[in-house]
Nanobody, 114 residues
Framework: VQLVESGGGLVQLGGSRRLSCTAS????????MGWYRQAPGKQRELITV???????DYADSVKGRFTIYRDNTKNTVYLQMNSLRSEDTAVYYC?????????WGQGTQVTVSS
C-alpha cells in the first residue's frame, strides 16, 4: 500500500486548506483512513479517522473545524481544514489501516501564519 499526500503549504490565520491522500494497492473501501499530525517537539496525534464512509471521529481540538471525507471511487481521503489556528501548524500524515496492515504517507507540512 502506498499513500501520497498533497495540499500542504502556507495558509493565513483563519484560512482554509484541503489535504488529499490517495492510496494505491489498497483495499480502500474497507480500510480505515485517518489523519494524524505532528507539531515540532510534540508526539504525533490522531486528529480524525474515517472508519467507513459514514463513521468518522474527531479529536476535540479540531471538532467543528476539520472535516474528513473519502471518495472510494478515487481511493482518496480528504481533510478539509477551516478556521485554521497557529496551533494547527504541523506535518500532517494520512494513515491506512486494514487487514493489509498499517501504512503511512510521507507527510505534508501545513504552516498557519499570522
Amino acid at each position: 500500500v502506498q499513500l501520497v499526500e498533497s495540499g500542504g503549504g502556507l495558509v493565513q490565520l483563519g484560512g482554509s486548506r484541503r489535504l488529499s491522500c490517495t492510496a494505491s494497492g489498497s483495499i480502500f473501501s474497507s480500510s480505515s483512513m485517518g489523519w494524524y499530525r505532528q507539531a515540532p517537539g510534540k508526539q504525533r496525534e490522531l486528529i480524525t479517522v474515517s472508519r467507513t464512509v459514514c463513521r468518522t471521529d474527531y479529536a476535540d481540538s479540531v471538532k467543528g473545524r476539520f472535516t474528513i471525507y473519502r471518495d472510494n471511487t478515487k481511493n482518496t481521503v480528504y481533510l478539509q481544514m477551516n478556521s485554521l489556528r497557529s496551533e494547527d501548524t504541523a506535518v500532517y500524515y494520512c494513515n491506512h489501516a486494514s487487514r493489509q496492515g498499517s501504512y503511512w504517507g510521507q507527510g505534508t507540512q501545513v504552516t498557519v501564519s499570522s
